[in-house]
């Protein structure tokens, strides 16, 4: 999830060092993998948190114009469109892109999603939905200044 790959290897490291010394704290009240996913979510908030602002999620620069049409829900969305999507996605906040990501990437559920994040169902739902729409109104944008160039 973090621009820098080293940083990321990292920070995954430090996650499952914290799963382990954490594993006797794992009550068995939600999945194993959701327990995992929050630690691991919380770790890179906290790297956020500190100061290290570059949050951009590399799920995004392999998009494929069938997932581009899913995630913007444009069936009308151009294979020419990706390139314009994935430089859209770049101008989200952090927690735009990391629900997408928990979302369309790790396939996790809203209920998941929620449980990871610590936010209501209702905001996730929303939150989606907004950037479904804001993702939409950027490719139109780009779309215009590509033509203008």
């Given at each position: 999830?973090?621009?820098?790959?080293?940083?990321a290897q990292d920070v995954l490291q430090e996650s499952f060092i914290e799963i382990y010394k954490h594993l006797p704290?794992?009550?068995?009240?939600?999945?194993?993998?959701?327990?995992?996913?929050?630690i691991t979510y919380r770790r890179i908030c906290k790297?956020?948190?500190?100061?290290?602002?570059n949050l951009i999620l590399e799920e995004f620069d392999q998009i494929s114009s069938k997932e581009g049409a899913a995630i913007t829900q444009d069936e009308d969305l151009q294979v020419d469109d990706t390139e314009l999507l994935k430089q859209a996605i770049k101008d989200l906040s952090p927690l735009e892109q990391s629900l997408m990501s928990l979302y369309?990437?790790?396939?996790?559920?809203?209920?998941?999603?929620?449980?990871?994040?610590?936010?209501?169902?209702?905001k996730i739902k929303t939150v989606?939905?907004?950037?479904?729409?804001?993702?939409?109104?950027?490719?139109i944008i780009l779309r215009?200044?590509?033509n203008y160039v």
């Open positions: 999830m973090l621009q820098d790959r080293d940083k704290a794992y009550k068995f009240k939600s999945n194993f993998s959701t327990w995992a996913y929050t790297e956020f948190r500190q100061g290290k602002k369309y990437y790790d396939d996790l559920s809203i209920s998941e999603i929620a449980e990871i994040t610590h936010y209501s169902e209702g989606l939905f907004r950037l479904r729409e804001k993702l939409k109104r950027k490719i215009k200044e590509a």
